[in-house]
């Protein structure tokens, strides 16, 4: 298949991991943060880290949608549901992620909710146009992958007059959460989370580009190379990043060229300016409340906005004591460190985020079988 079997190539991938491990100087290491839950899926998947000298090591990121969704607003989702008469519509993965009191939005539909598994934006408006005397609530959570297409529904929304239909926007925004896990006081205090370089995220880097990540760069002096999902993109971008740091150089490199460009997609880009506006700051499972990071719908789109016409509180839940996603999300644990991983909490039965989508650090982990991974990264 075009585009995939050559990215999969065994002999290829061999003679990369001969090379990581002939650049891979001995006496240093590498600590290589990939931002996006998709490459620590292919990293699970494809056994990569079995490929890799043992002085280069990669950290999961926070760069997983559902996963960094704090308990907060997925219970403010199960209110919505709870209204009389109004649907909510959202992705298959933000259906299970777990909530207070036990509760999850599957969980809330089992009680009677009318909330619906949805497939794409399009999908929440054509409901809103088959249900006209009922509200419809989009539940948008995502990266910058995602918010174009909210953007286009609002607008379709707007130009078909769909009073019905609103978005409850929870879209958030890659560069402000890597410049967050470098400001951390772990990383900036400790030293716990050693960072070398970043494996930057493919799909939200065909939308927003190459360049927002060049000040990043520059500022915290990290080379960043921007990755595909597949097994040959993550290990090429492995050894451009010991490249880099061998070398000094702390510049953004782009590995998936076939996809990304600098400017990134500009028609995408205006639709998300012209409804979109900074939000001032938003809470991250794990990182915790991150100025501007996130979005939130421009006044002119105010009709729009579930957060405006249901009046929408956020409060802040801590997570389940036992779980140790917010660790993990800003890569100072380990899936394996977490005392009920595979026992209490599996796929199948959730007790934080980060085991609910495949991209999620915890479920790569349980469904590769990469239980006896080497625990947390030390201190040093
Ligand atoms: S194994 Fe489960 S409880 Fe533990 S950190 Fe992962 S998601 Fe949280």
């Given at each position: 298949?075009?585009?995939i079997?050559e990215?999969r190539d065994g002999?290829?991938a061999?003679?990369l991991?001969?090379?990581i491990?002939?650049?891979?100087?001995?006496?240093r290491?590498?600590h290589l943060?990939?931002?996006?839950g998709g490459?620590?899926?292919a990293i699970?998947?494809?056994?990569?880290?079995d490929?890799?000298?043992?002085?280069?090591r990669m950290v999961?990121?926070?760069?997983c949608?559902v996963c960094v969704?704090?308990?907060?607003?997925?219970?403010?989702a199960?209110?919505?549901a709870?209204?009389p008469?109004l649907?909510?519509?959202?992705?298959?993965?933000?259906?299970?992620?777990?909530?207070?009191?036990?509760?999850s939005?599957?969980?809330?539909?089992?009680?009677?909710?009318?909330?619906?598994m949805?497939?794409?934006?399009?999908?929440?408006?054509?409901?809103?146009r088959?249900h006209p005397?009922?509200d419809?609530v989009?539940f948008?959570?995502?990266?910058e992958?995602t918010?174009p297409?909210?953007a286009?529904a609002?607008?379709q929304?707007?130009?078909q007059?769909?009073?019905n239909?609103s978005v409850?926007?929870n879209?958030v925004?890659t560069?402000a959460?890597?410049?967050n896990?470098?400001e951390?006081?772990?990383?900036?205090?400790?030293?716990?989370?050693?960072?070398d370089?970043?494996?930057?995220?493919?799909h939200?880097s065909t939308?927003i580009?190459?360049?927002?990540y060049?000040?990043f760069a520059?500022?915290?002096?990290r080379?960043v190379?921007?990755?595909g999902?597949?097994?040959?993109?993550?290990?090429?971008?492995?050894?451009?990043?010991?490249?880099?740091?061998?070398?000094?150089r702390?510049?953004v490199?782009?590995?998936?060229?076939?996809?990304?460009?600098?400017?990134g997609?500009?028609k995408a880009?205006a639709?998300?300016?012209?409804?979109f506006?900074?939000?001032?700051?938003f809470?991250?499972?794990?990182l915790?409340?991150?100025p501007?990071?996130?979005?939130?719908i421009?006044?002119?789109y105010?009709?729009?906005?579930?957060?405006a016409?249901?009046?929408?509180?956020?409060r802040?839940?801590p997570?389940?004591?036992?779980?140790?996603?917010?660790a993990?999300?800003r890569?100072?644990k380990k899936?394996?460190?977490?005392?009920?991983?595979?026992t209490?909490c599996t796929?199948?039965?959730?007790i934080g985020s980060?085991m609910?989508s495949?991209?999620?650090?915890?479920?790569a982990?349980?469904?590769y079988?990469?239980?006896n991974?080497?625990?947390a990264?030390?201190?040093l």
């Amino acid at each position: 298949m075009k585009y995939i079997d050559e990215f999969r190539d065994g002999d290829l991938a061999r003679g990369l991991a001969a090379a990581i491990r002939r650049e891979a100087r001995p006496e240093r290491n590498y600590h290589l943060m990939e931002f996006c839950g998709g490459h620590t899926h292919a990293i699970s998947r494809y056994g990569i880290k079995d490929l890799l000298p043992g002085n280069v090591r990669m950290v999961h990121g926070p760069g997983c949608p559902v996963c960094v969704l704090p308990i907060g607003r997925i219970d403010n989702a199960i209110e919505l549901a709870a209204r009389p008469g109004l649907i909510l519509c959202t992705y298959a993965d933000t259906m299970r992620v777990p909530a207070s009191h036990g509760l999850s939005l599957l969980k809330a539909k089992a009680r009677g909710a009318d909330i619906r598994m949805i497939y794409s934006s399009a999908d929440a408006l054509r409901i809103a146009r088959e249900h006209p005397g009922r509200d419809v609530v989009f539940f948008a959570i995502g990266f910058e992958t995602t918010t174009p297409p909210t953007a286009v529904a609002i607008l379709q929304a707007q130009a078909q007059r769909l009073g019905n239909f609103s978005v409850f926007c929870n879209h958030v925004l890659t560069p402000a959460a890597i410049a967050n896990i470098l400001e951390s006081p772990e990383v900036r205090d400790l030293g716990t989370v050693p960072l070398d370089g970043f494996v930057g995220p493919a799909h939200v880097s065909t939308v927003i580009g190459s360049q927002p990540y060049e000040y990043f760069a520059q500022e915290y002096q990290r080379p960043v190379v921007i990755a595909g999902f597949e097994p040959l993109d993550v290990m090429q971008a492995i050894l451009m990043l010991v490249r880099q740091c061998n070398d000094g150089r702390a510049e953004v490199e782009n590995e998936f060229t076939r996809a990304v460009t600098r400017d990134g997609n500009v028609k995408a880009k205006a639709l998300v300016a012209d409804v979109f506006e900074l939000r001032r700051t938003f809470e991250w499972r794990g990182l915790g409340e991150v100025p501007y990071s996130a979005l939130q719908i421009k006044e002119r789109y105010r009709a729009f906005d579930a957060e405006a016409r249901y009046g929408i509180t956020y409060r802040s839940v801590p997570d389940h004591k036992a779980c140790e996603c917010g660790a993990i999300l800003r890569g100072v644990k380990k899936p394996a460190d977490c005392k009920v991983f595979g026992t209490v909490c599996t796929p199948e039965n959730p007790i934080g985020s980060c085991m609910v989508s495949s991209e999620g650090a915890c479920a790569a982990h349980y469904t590769y079988g990469r239980y006896n991974d080497v625990a947390a990264t030390p201190v040093l």
